[in-house]
């Protein structure tokens, strides 16, 4: 099995903040990453996938990078709809999520 | 406009099965390299992947649950249908469907629907 893990899991920050959120798989997993946005009682939201790629209508704010183990989720500038728990996906095996950061107000 | 809906039981004993369908709309399952995955959310924790068929029926499943799960699909109704057997109340989540594009990501999501088991 492919682990997935996110730090932190919990990040305190402001509007206007730069945000960067770090997720690291046990193997390689070459560019197969995704990174989903989930806010309470709502489903998960595609934000970018193959680790760099921006879904159709997600704001130019979001960005990803990253390959083999080491991946970041970046927010260039957090507004107030950004406030949510973020998780990693792996699609090179299977499929495994992160355990999730919850960006919070500082 | 791709819309996923997931319906079944709220409420189910332990040992009992569940099954759950995902009714979609805005794209075809029979279209080459599409498919439709489960995934689970227990109150509070993370997002774990259970399982996905694709257009051509090939089947995944999570490997710590295979024993329990069986993913089918119905083209002609537009649903895919998940049975989980033995349920327990560790298994109280909410359960998702999703729609996977060509890519192994999942681009669509259903509202979720809250499965409690107790007795």
């Known amino acids: 099995d492919i682990q997935m893990t996110q730090s932190p899991s919990t990040l305190s920050a402001s509007v206007g903040d730069r945000v960067t959120i770090t997720c690291r798989a046990s193997?390689?997993?070459?560019?197969?990453l995704a990174w989903y946005q989930q806010k309470p009682g709502k489903a998960p939201k595609l934000l970018i996938y193959?680790?760099?790629s921006l879904e159709s209508g997600v704001p130019s704010r979001f960005s990803g990078s990253g390959s083999g183990t080491e991946f970041t989720l970046t927010i260039s500038s957090l507004q107030p709809d950004d406030f949510a728990t973020y998780y990693c996906q792996q699609y090179n095996t299977y499929w495994t999520f992160g355990q999730g950061t919850k960006v919070e107000i500082k | 406009q791709i819309t996923l809906k997931e319906s079944g039981p709220t409420l189910v004993k332990p040992t009992q099965t569940l099954t759950l369908t995902c009714t979609f709309s805005?794209?075809?399952?029979?279209?080459?390299?599409?498919?439709v995955g489960w995934i689970r959310q227990a109150p509070g924790k993370a997002l774990e992947w259970l399982a996905l068929?694709?257009?051509?029926?090939?089947?995944h499943y999570s490997p710590s649950l295979k024993s329990r799960l069986t993913v089918t699909k119905d083209t002609s109704k537009n649903q895919v249908v998940l049975t989980m057997t033995n349920m327990d109340p560790v298994d109280t989540a909410t359960y998702y469907c999703?729609?996977?594009?060509?890519?192994?990501?999942?681009?669509?999501w259903g509202q979720g629907t809250l499965v409690t088991v107790s007795s």
């Open positions: 068929i694709y257009w051509d029926d090939n089947k």
């Open positions: 805005g794209f075809s399952l029979t279209s080459s390299g599409v498919g």
């Open positions: 193997h390689s997993i070459s560019s197969w």
């Open positions: 193959k680790a760099s």
């Open positions: 999703a729609r996977r594009p060509v890519s192994d990501h999942f681009d669509h």
